[in-house]
Structures are given as C-alpha cells and as structure tokens.
C-alpha cells in the first residue's frame, strides 16, 4: 500500500566498492547520504532509512513509500530507482527458475530415453 511520507533526516552511510578482476582489484570507499524517512500507518509513525536511494532527496523533500500493510516495519521508497532494482531481482529469479524448469526436462528425457533403451537391450538380448 501507498503512503505519503517525508525525509526528515540524511544520514552519512560508508559505502566500499571494489572494481578490477582477480589479481588487480581495487576497493574503493566513501560516504553516502541516505534519506531517513518517516511515514504514519494506522495512527503510528515510522520510520526507515533507505539505502537503495541515496544522494538524490534532501530534508523536508515529500515522497511516497510503499508499504506492508502486515508488517509496517517492511516499507521502501517508490521510486523508479528502487523499483527498477525489483523488477531486476524478479527478472533474474523467472530466468533462473525457467533455466532450472529447461534442465529438469532435459534431464528427465535423457533418464525415459536411456531407460528405454536399457529395456530394448535386454528384450532383444539373447537368452543363455
């Protein structure tokens, strides 16, 4: 569910990345500012810092939230950012689960296929 909230805080958060391959690799460390928001669901306010979408909103900045309505506490920014980051996540894991559904099935059919054969074998086999 949607609810309309406000940045009320930015807090600086230590980001490290690394870039280069193997035997060259680079870290590289320095600070983000990550919007602290605070939104009201049910007469009660809470609040979530979001990691996902930093350096981008100021204090005071209005934005809305997407909501768990079981769980207030399980909230994140609607932004295109963080909902390009969603759809990417669910992308991979329906390309992941249909390669897993393609190997089951050809895994299966190379099982019939050797099974039948064994069964022709000892049909057309001699008997001694």
Not at 77 to 104: C, P, Q
Request: with cysteine; proline share 4%; charged share 30%.
């Amino acid at each position: 569910m949607e609810r309309p909230a406000k940045v009320t805080e930015i807090r600086d958060i230590e980001r490290t990345t690394r870039s280069g391959g193997r035997r060259s690799r680079h870290t590289k460390t320095y600070t983000a500012d990550c919007p602290y928001v605070t939104y009201k669901l049910k007469g009660q306010k809470y609040s979530f810092v979001e990691y996902d979408d930093c350096d981008r909103l100021q204090v005071g900045d209005e934005v809305t939230v997407l909501v768990n309505p079981d769980d207030p506490y399980e909230a994140r920014l609607a932004s295109t950012k963080v909902e390009k980051a969603a759809k990417s996540s669910t992308r991979t894991t329906w390309v992941l689960a249909g390669a897993g559904v393609v190997f089951g099935l050809f895994s299966a059919l190379g099982l019939w296929l050797r099974v039948s054969n064994l069964v022709k074998r000892r049909r057309t086999a001699p008997q001694g």
